[in-house]
């Protein structure tokens, strides 16, 4: 789909979702780590950072999983080579259109009602 799309539409790129990667993280690093230590605080400086050219951002991500002994971990060196396809640094020289992502207003909306209703309650109960 992928490359059909490139095809149909040369000027367009496809990008992950950095919530959904960033929501994969305590189950990848594990709850305990992920909860109690300033590692995503950290991490996050660099991930979300629009104003970073990929050579800051790189060297942030390598500095912070080094300080946390994380350098060799399988997931995150995975995530690192997918880079170019969910950090904000790599897209600075694209018209990203406000940033339009075709599943966000779903997610969020998703998002909020989960906080509110349990599965199968009915539409009355809610």
């Known amino acids: ?11 367009s ?3 992950l979702c950095m919530w959904h990667i960033i929501q994969k993280f305590p189950n990848k690093l594990g709850v305990v780590f992920y909860a109690e230590s300033l590692f995503m605080e950290k991490l996050n400086k660099f991930v979300w ?17 080094e300080e946390y002994n ?15 396809f969910w950090i904000p640094a790599y897209f600075m020289d694209k018209s990203m259109g406000g ?10 909306s998703n998002f909020y009602f989960n906080h509110f209703v349990q599965k199968g309650d009915t539409l009355y109960e809610f």
């Open 13 to 15: 790129m496809h990008r």
């Open 49 to 65: 950072n629009n104003n970073l050219v990929p050579e800051e951002f790189e060297q942030g991500w390598h500095s912070v999983l």
């Open 99 to 108: 940033l339009l992502r075709t599943t966000s207003r779903s997610e969020s």
């Open 70 to 84: 994380l350098s060799d971990h399988s997931w995150l060196k995975e995530m690192f080579e997918l880079r170019h």
């Open 1 to 11: 789909m992928k490359a059909v799309i490139l095809k149909i539409f040369p000027d």
